[in-house]
């Protein structure tokens, strides 16, 4: 049975009378709601109150409760650009009321203002050259943080699901302000500049047993042209980052099942061992641990069909995320989710309720009346 979601944003909904109905009459019955995020500037086409959002830092979008992180090192910011103290849980209690199911949308290792604050536990490349907007889970105070983080984004709220981004390492590509890295480096590269060589990771290489000197420079010299990165340097290396991403894993779904019991959890993920991003690779155990992997879907080819089909190896069920914001046209789209499914997915979601205007929203409908066999309808 083929299910959906639309993911959206808490001021999405909030002052927006109109937004439950617009999600009906796209003919879905959940919402991905974000209650963490990451920075972000975004438009907001139908709100009758505003067209943009300056989301200036990463925020917990509940209320950050000093008697919680007292003692942590790495706290979250509340958000200033939102009028409510709760935005998520007013915005989830508008949607429930509705008659809409919530999904908790938790972005975990993507907060460019702690690693700005606090670069010993930012993603470093082999140049030792930082990346802010990356925490690395090899070390305890960024996987405290991420655990911590997950059980107050769902505090004393009911949701139906939740769904964990960025539950991993971030690598070298990033949509930061005015990028300007596309096209520089070949796949290979970005693989050896998403390598963390921070001192959590160059100590568990140690501690395994390598030289963490050596190890820096063969991915230097095979940045630079020369030999390489050999096979058993390149297993060390992804072993040991699986495994933080295990450790880190662990103690999100251990927070977030107790926060929120019974709920069933979504991981963003890729089949691709060494993807790093908002969807890191998967590692060995992994599938084995949430209830549902969700597989970035936005180009519509054949490769990304490729990467449905691989992720549903993992026997569990696949969720396509879908773009309706791309310059591909309703035509191409339809096919492109029509690929999808016959490629494994038992699950869309689609992106993004509030960033989408007009002219786009009749594509949510569209894309379901393509791969369910009786979608919903609303007035």
């Not at 439950?20 to 209650?35: E, M, N």
Request: aromatic share 6%; hydrophobic share 45%; with cysteine.
């Amino acid at each position: 049975m083929v299910s959906a979601a639309g993911h959206a944003y808490p001021w999405d909904v909030l002052g927006d009378p109109d937004f439950p109905g617009r999600v009906a009459k796209a003919g879905l019955d959940t919402v991905t709601l974000a209650s963490t995020y990451h920075s972000t500037r975004a438009a907001t086409p139908l709100h009758p109150a505003r067209r943009l959002v300056d989301a200036r830092h990463a925020a917990l979008y509940r209320p950050v409760r000093e008697a919680v992180w007292d003692g942590h090192r790495l706290r979250p910011a509340a958000p200033d650009w939102v009028p409510e103290p709760d935005a998520f849980g007013a915005a989830a209690a508008l949607l429930r009321s509705a008659g809409l199911r919530v999904t908790a949308w938790i972005v975990l290792t993507h907060d460019t203002r702690l690693g700005l604050r606090h670069a010993d536990v930012a993603v470093v490349n082999c140049f030792g050259e930082p990346y802010p907007y990356a925490l690395c889970p090899a070390h305890p105070d960024v996987r405290r943080y991420a655990a911590t983080l997950t059980a107050e984004a769902l505090h004393d709220i009911p949701v139906d699901a939740v769904s964990l981004e960025a539950c991993g390492q971030l690598g070298v590509d990033h949509l930061g302000h005015h990028e300007k890295t596309a096209g520089a480096f070949t796949a290979y590269e970005k693989r050896l500049l998403s390598v963390c060589c921070c001192t959590a990771c160059r100590a568990a290489w140690r501690a395994a047993g390598a030289d963490d000197d050596g190890m820096v420079a063969a991915l230097r010299t095979a940045l630079s042209g020369g030999a390489p990165l050999d096979d058993e340097l390149s297993a060390l290396i992804l072993a040991i980052r699986h495994a933080h991403t295990d450790a880190l894993r662990a103690e999100v779904l251990a927070a977030a099942r107790l926060a929120a019991p019974g709920a069933p959890v979504v991981l963003h993920a890729s089949p691709d061992p060494w993807a790093t991003g908002p969807s890191p690779g998967l590692t060995p155990t992994a599938a084995g641990d949430v209830d549902a992997l969700l597989v970035p879907a936005w180009p519509a080819d054949e490769a990304t069909a490729a990467l449905v089909r691989d992720a549903t190896s993992y026997g569990k069920p696949v969720d396509a995320y879908v773009t309706v914001l791309s310059d591909v046209d309703r035509s191409a789209l339809v096919a492109h989710v029509r690929r999808l499914r016959d490629a494994g997915a038992g699950r869309f979601s689609l992106y993004h309720l509030g960033l989408a205007p007009a002219g786009r929203q009749p594509f949510f409908a569209d894309l379901l009346a393509a791969v369910l066999p009786h979608p919903r309808t609303g007035s």
